[in-house]
């Protein structure tokens, strides 16, 4: 197997650099949404959704890798990244709304959307509701509701949990934080040994940056209720149901080193969507467009012919 830097190529060092950024008024927030710098605005537009406790930033060399094809913009939802967040908008019901009033505002053609792990379900949830405004969907591990009992559910349960939930994260907070960059290297990459050092040194300035904002945990916390909530609502209404109403084709990657969502879903998810391709990456955890960004541009590029 290549290292990352080997496959990644000049991707590597774009994995460091930051987007160009402005705010966006939506829903009652200034959202901080970055443009993908070097895109003709001729090209179909892309709208690149982060994870739980993720940010814009996350998509940073694919959506380098893929300027001469769509134009990218990529936001931070509100509680994440430099958006503040907003009372009652941390669901993942609540961010598809959210989206879709970006993409009005934004673009007047359908949008190649892409989604990763809680951005994924809010992603599969818009392109449900509006499947007309969407040309593709592009989803890396998608939270989507899972029938196995993980160490992630658990996760999820206790930080749902009223009282347990902010003392958890509390606790987390109160560890060294080189221990925790550790952790949560090893949690969200399947190799992080192999990442390059400009890219880890982005995702340690980022996780420096998230200690210095109040709004964190309270954000983590409506985030991992809605998933939890996701994984118990009733057949009609659940995230399978949306699934099968979208339209457009779409990618599935998955990561065999992904800790956090269960790569054994993927055939499942595969045979959810009417019109579904599947891309598993053994090596690669639970951000393949960080950490494999090329087989996930490959990957969309054969989608999309």
Known sequence: MESYAAVTGAGASQGAQEWPARTVPVSGV?????????????????????GLGGSSLNWTTLGLLLNDTVRGIAPD????????????????????????????????????????????AAAVALAA??????????????ALPHPRI????????????????PAVLERT?????????????????GEPRLLPPEV?????????ARDTQTWGPQATLEGARSILSSQFAPPRRSLWADAAKVRCPVLLVYGGR???????????????????????????????????????????RQLIR
């Open 173 to 189: 907070r109160r560890i060294p934080f080189e221990r925790r960059l550790k952790a949560s290297l090893s949690v969200i990459f």
């Open 77 to 120: 939802l509100p509680g994440f990244g430099q958006t503040p967040p907003v009372t009652g908008m941390g669901g993942i019901s609540e961010q598809a709304d959210l989206l879709g009033e970006l993409m009005d505002r934004e673009f007047d053609e359908p949008v190649h959307l892409f989604g990763n792990s809680m951005g994924g």
């Open 258 to 300: 992904d800790r956090l969502v269960d790569a054994r879903i993927r055939l499942k998810a595969q045979q959810a969507f009417p019109d579904a391709r599947l891309l598993y990456l053994p090596r690669s955890g639970h951000v393949a467009q960080m950490e494999h960004p090329q087989e996930v541009e490959r990957g969309f």
């Open 150 to 165: 993980s160490a992630s559910a658990l996760w999820f349960t206790a930080v749902s949990t009223p009282r347990l939930g």
């Open 129 to 142: 509701r509006r499947p007309d405004h969407v040309a593709s969907l592009t989803l890396v591990s998608p």
């Open 200 to 208: 880890l040194e982005a995702y340690e300035a980022e996780l420096r």
């Open 30 to 50: 200034d959202l901080l949404v970055r443009d993908v710098p070097g895109a003709d605005k001729s090209l179909p537009p892309a709208l690149y959704v982060h």
